[in-house]
């Protein structure tokens, strides 16, 4: 069966903010990422702020809004800081929102064209989950830096920040609520062509007192991966339960960055301050008889809190951060796969004992 929504790559993700300006710095000093492109009052911009950092193939927008009353401004209000736009760069994005909408999408910005003195791109785009979007970028007739309205501001990146090695995006997950699971994995399924790659059930995931279910939905290719996370009943308030609480809707929870080289980068976010989740060191205790033979030091991933996940095609190293909102919703996850193409569901227990300890701190078990 031909693809009927060929997806090229993530084009960019764009996140909304109360101050994109001093987001900025936080992503530039804290996880390494460059300012490269600019739009605003000086570009013309009279209604939004936004900030384009780079770091290896993963490209953020971060966005603020001048004025109150704005689509953007009652985004932030009521979902704090957060994703707005997973995009994703197509040949035509005329027929992108065409085919999918003709599929059930709901049409949230009709194709139009955008052009500047170095060409013209072609946007459209569709709603998922919650107050998300999916933009479609057409950039084939494009000369410029990024997208017209921009413009380069590498000159107003700070000196002396070096990259911490991340490279890419490995998957975005999605939070909904509870008994909403299957109409998503229908949606990217019907809707986007993706393919359901892994299935997890609240006997994979569940502790003591919290469970969910997720589900990993894949386009043709297999780069783009979302998984697609609901709530499963248990003892106490499960974490995504506790996002959709302070994200007041369902949205995207976490984004897995990819590195070559995990212990160097997750050494590095830390002296920058990026804060990360712990296990306790029993984890480590028998972590070889589980996973087998790796490559690293165990007391080296110790010593960082790194995690491993063995699966048939081989074994994966992650690490979650803590929330980077003072609303306990979006998180990152750091993440270097050697061989494995699974989501380290061995992991998945320590974890959550890990963010429950959070919760616990946090009085929102
Ligand atoms: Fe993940």
Redesign the pocket.
Request: hydrophobic share 35%; proline share 4%; glycine share 8%.
């Given at each position: 069966m031909t693809d009927f929504l060929p997806l090229k790559r993530i084009d960019y993700i764009e996140f909304y903010c109360g101050n994109a300006k001093q987001s900025a710095m936080y992503y530039q000093h804290g996880f390494g990422f460059k300012l490269t492109g600019y739009s605003g009052l000086e570009t013309k911009n009279s209604a939004s702020a936004s900030y384009l950092l780079e770091q290896g193939k993963i490209r953020f927008v971060l966005t603020s809004s001048y004025s109150d009353n704005t689509f953007i401004s009652e985004h932030v209000k009521k979902h704090g800081d957060g994703v707005f736009d997973i995009a994703f760069e197509v040949d035509d994005a005329a027929k992108s929102f065409e085919e999918t909408v003709k599929r059930g999408a709901v049409p949230f910005l009709e194709p139009v064209k955008i052009e500047d003195e170095n060409g013209y791109v072609v946007k459209s785009a569709i709603r998922t989950f919650g107050d998300t979007i999916h933009t479609f970028i057409e950039r084939k007739n494009y000369k410029g830096l990024f997208l017209p309205g921009f413009i380069d501001a590498s000159n107003r990146a700070p000196a002396g920040i070096k990259d911490t090695g991340l490279r890419s995006v490995d998957?975005m997950?999605g939070n909904v609520e509870l008994g909403k699971m299957m109409h998503w994995v229908k949606f990217y399924a019907d809707t986007m062509g993706f393919n359901q790659l892994l299935s997890f059930d609240d006997k994979d995931i569940s502790t003591e007192y919290t469970a969910l279910m997720s589900k990993v939905m894949q386009n043709s290719t297999g780069k783009i991966k979302m998984?697609i996370n609901e709530p499963a009943p248990g003892k106490k308030k499960s974490q995504i339960e506790e996002y959709l609480d302070f994200y007041k809707s369902p949205g995207i929870q976490?984004i897995?960055l990819t590195t070559p080289d995990i212990l160097t980068t997750v050494a590095e976010l830390k002296n920058r301050g990026i804060e990360f989740l712990t296990v306790p060191k029993t984890y480590y205790e028998d972590l070889i008889s589980r996973v087998g033979k790796i490559d690293e030091d165990v007391k080296e991933l110790e010593g960082t809190g790194i995690l491993v996940d063995r699966d048939d095609d081989g074994y994966l190293l992650q690490i979650f951060s803590k929330p980077v909102e003072d609303r306990p919703t979006l998180f990152f996850?750091i993440i270097q796969r050697k061989g494995a193409r699974s989501?380290g569901k061995g992991n998945f227990k320590a974890l959550f004992e890990s963010i429950e300890r959070e919760q616990e701190l946090r009085g929102t078990l």
């Amino acid at each position: 069966m031909t693809d009927f929504l060929p997806l090229k790559r993530i084009d960019y993700i764009e996140f909304y903010c109360g101050n994109a300006k001093q987001s900025a710095m936080y992503y530039q000093h804290g996880f390494g990422f460059k300012l490269t492109g600019y739009s605003g009052l000086e570009t013309k911009n009279s209604a939004s702020a936004s900030y384009l950092l780079e770091q290896g193939k993963i490209r953020f927008v971060l966005t603020s809004s001048y004025s109150d009353n704005t689509f953007i401004s009652e985004h932030v209000k009521k979902h704090g800081d957060g994703v707005f736009d997973i995009a994703f760069e197509v040949d035509d994005a005329a027929k992108s929102f065409e085919e999918t909408v003709k599929r059930g999408a709901v049409p949230f910005l009709e194709p139009v064209k955008i052009e500047d003195e170095n060409g013209y791109v072609v946007k459209s785009a569709i709603r998922t989950f919650g107050d998300t979007i999916h933009t479609f970028i057409e950039r084939k007739n494009y000369k410029g830096l990024f997208l017209p309205g921009f413009i380069d501001a590498s000159n107003r990146a700070p000196a002396g920040i070096k990259d911490t090695g991340l490279r890419s995006v490995d998957h975005m997950v999605g939070n909904v609520e509870l008994g909403k699971m299957m109409h998503w994995v229908k949606f990217y399924a019907d809707t986007m062509g993706f393919n359901q790659l892994l299935s997890f059930d609240d006997k994979d995931i569940s502790t003591e007192y919290t469970a969910l279910m997720s589900k990993v939905m894949q386009n043709s290719t297999g780069k783009i991966k979302m998984p697609i996370n609901e709530p499963a009943p248990g003892k106490k308030k499960s974490q995504i339960e506790e996002y959709l609480d302070f994200y007041k809707s369902p949205g995207i929870q976490h984004i897995a960055l990819t590195t070559p080289d995990i212990l160097t980068t997750v050494a590095e976010l830390k002296n920058r301050g990026i804060e990360f989740l712990t296990v306790p060191k029993t984890y480590y205790e028998d972590l070889i008889s589980r996973v087998g033979k790796i490559d690293e030091d165990v007391k080296e991933l110790e010593g960082t809190g790194i995690l491993v996940d063995r699966d048939d095609d081989g074994y994966l190293l992650q690490i979650f951060s803590k929330p980077v909102e003072d609303r306990p919703t979006l998180f990152f996850e750091i993440i270097q796969r050697k061989g494995a193409r699974s989501f380290g569901k061995g992991n998945f227990k320590a974890l959550f004992e890990s963010i429950e300890r959070e919760q616990e701190l946090r009085g929102t078990l």
